[in-house]
């Protein structure tokens, strides 16, 4: 099983230090926001080409670990 972070890297000078998937402008959070909005992985890749399936899971796993460590609002 591929780690994400092979696939998602952070940096200050590509949208603004926002996660991204390597070699694009893609940022994490949009992917998955379409994701969220019942797009699926097939229909992401033929919108965004440039993405893989493996670019898409990585968003998945990134975003699970981001949230299992994610403390809730007091």
């Known amino acids: 099983m591929e780690d994400w972070r092979s696939r998602i890297t952070v940096d200050p000078e590509v949208l603004a230090g926002k996660p991204v998937i390597k070699g694009t402008r893609m940022a994490v959070d949009f992917i998955v926001e379409l994701l969220a909005n019942s797009w699926t992985i097939e229909e992401v890749l033929v919108n965004y080409p440039q993405l893989k399936r493996e670019d898409v899971i990585a968003t ?10 994610a403390r809730p609002p007091a």
């Open 60 to 69: 998945l796993k990134y975003a699970a670990e981001v949230s299992r460590k």
